[in-house]
């Protein structure tokens, strides 16, 4: 099985935080997702994700998320995809989730998938809170 690594960031810990124990009623929502090339080290093995990034690993494009749909209580899945004429020629390694206010909020990394302009990456990301 492929190694992944995910976090949520600073920022999005410090949103939810500030959310609980304030009277902020409503956080902000998650609008964009972003594509990397940067998630590995040298021998192009995934790395755990810094949370205090504020971009995605060699991030190259950021776009809006096809669907979320929810999978059970309090789990949701984010489902978005580089499409046949995006990012071509990209060893794509990592991805993100933005909000609303353009924060970064959660980071994953991976193994490389190779970008041509004959396949398409999609990723299916359940975030459960």
């Not at 600073?10 to 009623?25: L, N, V």
């Not at 504020?54 to 669907?67: D, H, L, M, Q, R």
Request: glycine fraction near 6%; charge should be negative; hydrophobic fraction near 30%.
């Amino acid at each position: 099985m492929p190694t992944t690594y995910t976090t949520n960031t600073i920022t999005s810990r410090d949103k939810f935080a500030a959310a609980e124990m304030s009277d902020m009623t409503t956080l902000p929502y998650i609008n964009e997702v972003a594509f990397g090339n940067d998630g590995v080290d040298e021998n192009n093995d995934p790395v755990e994700p810094d949370p205090t990034a504020i971009t995605v690993p060699g991030e190259f494009i950021k776009k809006s998320y096809e669907n979320v749909t929810k999978v059970e209580d309090m789990v949701y899945r984010i489902t978005f995809e580089l499409d046949y004429g995006e990012g071509i020629g990209e060893d794509v390694s990592s991805c993100g989730i933005y909000d609303s206010d353009g924060d970064l909020m959660a980071i994953k990394n991976f193994e490389p998938i190779p970008k041509t302009d004959e396949n398409r990456i999609t990723i299916e990301w359940d975030r459960q809170f």
